[in-house]
């Protein structure tokens, strides 16, 4: 096939730019790529954060293009001329937020023969606002398929667009991290943790509706139950607080926990984030609500088990007792007597031995498998 693939890569910080760049990769094996990116991707306004990162290469594309401004409508138009004139089979574009509707609607709507391809990786935003269903649906009716990683995605586009021809699917692994195979004991060494401390990991952009409030109170019960045999447990927080620190700062102090925990407030480059996984016993996802998460898949990666809440699509990839442990959400008192479980019984190599049966779900190879299998008519 001839693909034209549009969403962002290196330089730009985001899962997401890891998962374009892993897909191109994939599908370079077997088909003719072109991967358009972002000139200007967000205003600043919107995005807090730095958006680019040209220190961590490790996924540069060389054969990128960096063309599409996303607030420019006549970068928009020429994008949508620069593939006519390429004449792909299927065009892929990478839906996050409605701010991206003016941008790729203009786009989708030119397209001449190509089939397109919409890879929602959340139909609506997590923030709600005024009108975003109303974009989001004037965007993905342009799309010919779609592809979600959560059954409550699907729910949403069949609300929007009741004919879609969509296939659900999980998310594929981030198995790039996995880059200087540190042992436990390694990583360890570098963050200065001890052999014997048993080690937590919430990983990730920190946002409300990702639920740390919750993982600290189980902390704050876990402690109050057993003082004694708390003290060798610790919570490694590895993320950008955009801002929020403080208000984390101020439950840690009044719960009485800052001895469990370690902070690396910011962007974690791709060389840094292995030692976080190989050094943890177990990642932990106290989300309030969610889609999904590549945060899961990076911890399969690595053998690691998670415990989460029941929430969108991480039921799908996560297995009570079989990969990890299903919670219910904003339930602090779960989530502490699921972490006593873990540590008291002894469940890691089982639980590793779970995730081990599931990897081929979670292969680039499924991934490509499942947008080839589309049917080609337009």
Not at 9 to 31: A, F, I, N
Not at 297 to 315: E, N
Not at 331 to 338: E, G, M, Q, V
Request: with cysteine.
């Amino acid at each position: 096939m001839k693909i034209v693939m549009i969403g962002p890569v290196y330089p730009y910080t985001s899962g997401l730019s890891y998962y374009v760049s892993l897909l191109y990769r994939q599908l370079c094996k077997d088909h003719e790529v072109t991967l358009l990116s972002y000139s200007f991707q967000y205003p600043q306004f919107l995005y807090k954060r730095p958006q680019k990162d040209f220190e961590d290469d490790s996924l540069k594309i060389d054969e990128a293009q960096y063309v599409l401004n996303t607030a420019n409508p006549i970068s928009c138009i020429k994008t949508a001329g620069m593939i006519n004139n390429i004449s792909p089979d299927l065009v892929i574009f990478q839906w996050l937020h409605p701010y991206f509707a003016p941008c790729y609607s203009m786009i989708a709507k030119r397209i001449k023969k190509a089939r397109i391809l919409f890879m929602c990786h959340n139909v609506f935003p997590h923030e709600r606002f005024p009108f975003d269903r109303f974009l989001t649906k004037m965007t993905l009716s342009k799309g010919d398929h779609f592809t979600v990683h959560a059954k409550s995605d699907a729910d949403d586009l069949y609300s929007i667009l009741p004919d879609a021809d969509v296939t659900v699917t999980v998310h594929p692994a981030y198995n790039f991290f996995k880059q200087k195979d540190l042992t436990k004991e390694e990583s360890r060494k570098l963050l200065s943790i001890g052999d014997n401390t048993r080690v937590l990991l919430f990983f990730g952009l920190v946002r409300p509706y990702k639920g740390l409030k919750h993982l600290l109170d189980a902390l704050k019960i876990i402690k109050e139950k057993d003082p004694k045999n708390s003290q060798d447990l610790l919570l490694l927080i590895a993320g950008d607080f955009s801002g929020s620190r403080p208000e984390y700062d101020e439950i840690i102090a009044r719960h009485g926990i800052a001895d469990l925990i370690s902070i690396t407030d910011g962007h974690i480059p791709i060389s840094e984030v292995e030692k976080f996984f190989a050094a943890c016993d177990l990642v932990v996802l106290p989300y309030e609500d969610a889609t999904q998460s590549g945060v899961i898949q990076v911890a399969y990666s690595f053998d690691k088990p998670v415990l989460a809440t029941r929430v969108g699509g991480l039921p799908d990839v996560v297995f009570d007792g079989e990969t990890g442990y299903l919670v219910d959400p904003k339930r602090p008192d779960l989530i502490a007597d699921s972490i006593n479980d873990f540590f008291e019984n002894d469940k890691a190599a089982a639980l590793a031995s779970g995730i081990e049966r599931e990897k081929y779900r979670y292969s680039w190879d499924k991934m490509e498998k499942i947008i080839t299998e589309f049917k080609k008519e337009k």
